[in-house]
């Protein structure tokens, strides 16, 4: 069976590892190809062949054929004198419109900016990725600090505080559905280690409106963090206020909460005004026009 992978731990070393699950057989070659591309950009770094071959499902003859197509049609680059291969430019092109598309940073852009301007912490904003985190946009603190969480990169849900904040206002079943595709691996002490410890604290999050990070995923970050709700009260993705315990406390970072909120409600609002603009009016054939093909297409 092929194995998609699915992204949300490290091994503390910076290396991702990965809590696999299942590519429905109905995605073909597309969804196979896809698996590849995820397990290339897991790496963080220009990988050889032969490590992801020692970590992939897939046979050898299978696996060298997908990354020689993906390399051709610029979704991979190889390095001939590394002989590695890493994300395409096109790759790149296609993430960046997917951030200005389907992504709430555009719209979410001025509120992290003044938050980041008024608290002098680091904000993220981050979206649900199917069972993940996926941090979407980020704003430094003033004096800037080393941690896991940039723009594009996904992390635990369960042991985060946006991961927590989106997680608590997801409906059952869906809540179990996702709980289950967990890694609920201990970062920390104070990382939940199972569904039932995390429930409890996801039923105060749903009555108070705010989470926390308790250094639930690296030691010595925390943060206070809001779920940006649609007018249906779901999630559409969180914002947090991110310190370090060397220069603030969950104390301070509480007293955060309402304002934090007042923007996750601006965003929610924005969110659901906001149309992508259009250059120009769709083109409409007249009676009789057949479209273009190309001859080598």
């Given at each position: 069976m092929l194995v998609n992978s699915r992204f949300d731990a490290t091994d503390g070393t910076g290396r991702i590892f990965a809590h696999m699950t299942a590519v429905d057989k109905s995605d073909g070659t597309v969804g196979k190809a896809l698996a590849v591309l995820d397990q290339i950009a897991s790496y963080g770094r220009p990988v050889r062949f032969a490590e992801l071959?020692?970590?992939?499902?897939?046979?050898?003859?299978?696996?060298?054929?997908?990354?020689?197509?993906?390399?051709?049609?610029?979704?991979?680059?190889?390095?001939?004198?590394?002989?590695?291969?890493?994300?395409?430019?096109?790759?790149?092109?296609?993430?960046?419109?997917?951030?200005?598309?389907?992504?709430?940073?555009?719209?979410?852009?001025?509120?992290?900016?003044a938050l980041s301007h008024e608290t002098g912490e680091t904000v993220h904003l981050a979206q649900l990725d199917h069972a993940q985190v996926l941090y979407v946009d980020k704003r430094n603190a003033r004096d800037p600090v080393e941690m896991f969480s940039q723009a594009g990169k996904v992390?635990?849900?369960?042991c985060t505080g946006v991961g927590k904040a989106m997680l608590a206002h997801l409906p059952e079943p869906e809540l179990t559905t996702v709980l289950a595709q967990q890694?609920?691996?201990?970062?920390?002490?104070?990382?939940?280690?199972?569904?039932?410890?995390?429930?409890?604290?996801?039923?105060?999050?749903?009555?108070t409106g705010i989470s926390f990070?308790?250094?639930?995923?690296?030691?010595?970050?925390?943060?206070?963090?809001?779920?940006?709700?649609?007018?249906?009260?779901?999630?559409?993705?969180?914002?947090?206020?991110t310190g370090t315990t060397r220069r603030t406390n969950l104390d301070a970072l509480a007293q955060l909460g309402p304002r934090l909120q007042q923007a996750a409600r601006a965003i929610a609002r924005d969110a659901e005004?906001?149309?992508?603009?259009?250059?120009?009016?769709?083109?409409?054939?007249?009676?009789?026009?057949?479209?273009?093909?190309?001859?080598?297409?």
């Open positions: 071959l020692g970590d992939s499902p897939l046979p050898k003859a299978t696996l060298y054929r997908f990354v020689q197509t993906l390399t051709n049609q610029g979704m991979l680059q190889y390095d001939v004198e590394r002989q590695t291969y890493a994300p395409g430019l096109r790759l790149v092109r296609l993430a960046h419109s997917a951030w200005a598309q389907a992504s709430l940073a555009p719209v979410a852009r001025p509120h992290i900016d992390g635990p849900a369960y890694s609920w691996h201990q970062f920390t002490p104070a990382t939940h280690g199972s569904p039932e410890s995390l429930r409890a604290e996801l039923a105060e999050i749903r009555a990070d308790r250094e639930e995923h690296e030691i010595g970050i925390i943060c206070v963090s809001a779920p940006i709700l649609n007018s249906q009260n779901r999630p559409l993705g969180a914002l947090s206020v005004s906001w149309v992508f603009p259009q250059s120009a009016a769709p083109h409409t054939m007249s009676q009789g026009e057949r479209p273009y093909v190309r001859s080598d297409a």
